[in-house]
């Protein structure tokens, strides 16, 4: 099976966690791309969405699901996203599609965090994929510095030629050369410090459950 049709599997299979009657919220990225359109075949059965970023918003609209704002409702039953990585524990790295901000605040709405990914994803320690992090743009050379303290390279995404622009108009931090053994501690500390906007651990925001798409279908493993 290809790495395509491994995020169709679990897109499809992540349907079984909507619950009618019931705002979902919604993640970004290439795996989620395919849980909204598999999420557009029981439109009709809730009454929309909590998008995490302005892309998964675009195609939940253009599907026709009406797409709420966060501040509009209460807690959401469960949050469906992808992941760069996810350990043992369910603690994951997110970030490579520029939304984990709003990935984290929607999560942090919701009592389940569901997440979908191909077997590549899953890591025994944390730091194999290049850390996100969304910073304030005038705090990147302090942060820079902070992370060459703990053994890590931090580079500015690079888009067109541009730093990044993220949603909530910041730049992304990509961080090679980190092993996470304290997923916890360590969101906990890099989120304290001066110009962070969130880090791309989430550990406080960790999965409940993961469908994970392997060559022998989904395996579904819970935390
Ligand atoms: C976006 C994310 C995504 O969930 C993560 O990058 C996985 O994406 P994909 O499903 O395309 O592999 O955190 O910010």
Same mark, same amino acid.
């Given at each position: 099976m290809t790495q395509d049709e491994l995020k169709a599997l679990v897109g499809q299979a992540a349907l079984q966690y909507v619950v009618p009657g019931e705002i979902v919220g919604v993640g970004t990225g290439?795996? +989620? *791309?395919k849980f909204i359109e598999a999420l557009a075949g029981i439109k009709d059965s809730i009454p929309g969405a909590v998008s995490s970023s302005n892309a998964s918003t675009q195609r939940l609209l253009a599907l026709g699901i009406r797409v709420f704002d966060a501040g509009e409702v209460g807690e959401l039953a469960v949050y469906i996203d992808g992941a760069d990585e996810i350990d043992g524990r369910g603690y994951m790295v997110? =970030? =490579?599609g520029a939304a984990l901000t709003r990935e984290k605040i !929607?999560? %942090?709405?919701s009592r389940r965090f569901v997440c979908i990914a191909d077997d590549s994803k899953r890591v025994e320690v944390l730091g194999r994929f290049p850390l996100?992090?969304? !910073?304030?743009?005038? %705090?990147?050379q302090r942060i820079v510095r902070q992370f060459q303290a703990m053994g890590g390279t931090a580079k500015v995404r690079i888009k067109d030629g541009q730093?990044? +622009?993220?949603? *909530?108009g910041q730049h992304i931090l990509d961080v090679t050369g980190l092993r996470i053994r304290e997923p916890l501690a360590f969101e906990t500390e890099v989120n304290q410090w001066p110009g962070v906007l969130t880090v791309g651990v989430f550990a406080h925001q960790k999965a409940a459950v993961c469908l994970l798409g392997t060559a022998a279908g989904v395996q579904t493993v819970s935390y």
């Open positions: 290439s795996t +989620v *791309n997110k =970030g =490579g !929607v999560a %942090a709405q996100p992090v969304e !910073v304030i743009p005038m %705090a990147t730093p990044l +622009v993220t949603d *909530n």
